[in-house]
């Protein structure tokens, strides 16, 4: 099931991850995160921003 989380690494959409004690999967990445590593939609609008305004540089 998808979430409105996405990767630290990748900026994917994640879905719930079955691993017991982890709460999110990235299938891109192939790797599990706690909910404190995860970027919420606010935070990747922010990256997103700034990756944009870098790149103008």
């Given at each position: 099931?998808?979430?409105?989380?996405?990767?630290?690494?990748?900026?994917?959409?994640?879905?719930?991850?079955?691993?017991?004690?982890?709460?999110f999967?990235?299938?891109?990445?192939?790797?599990d995160?706690?909910?404190?590593?995860?970027?919420?939609?606010?935070?990747?609008?922010?990256?997103?921003?700034?990756?944009?305004?870098?790149?103008?540089?």
């Amino acid at each position: 099931m998808k979430t409105r989380r996405f990767c630290p690494k990748c900026g994917r959409m994640l879905l719930k991850s079955r691993i017991k004690g982890y709460v999110f999967q990235c299938m891109n990445c192939d790797e599990d995160f706690y909910r404190f590593e995860v970027l919420t939609r606010k935070q990747k609008r922010m990256m997103d921003l700034k990756t944009k305004s870098d790149g103008k540089r």
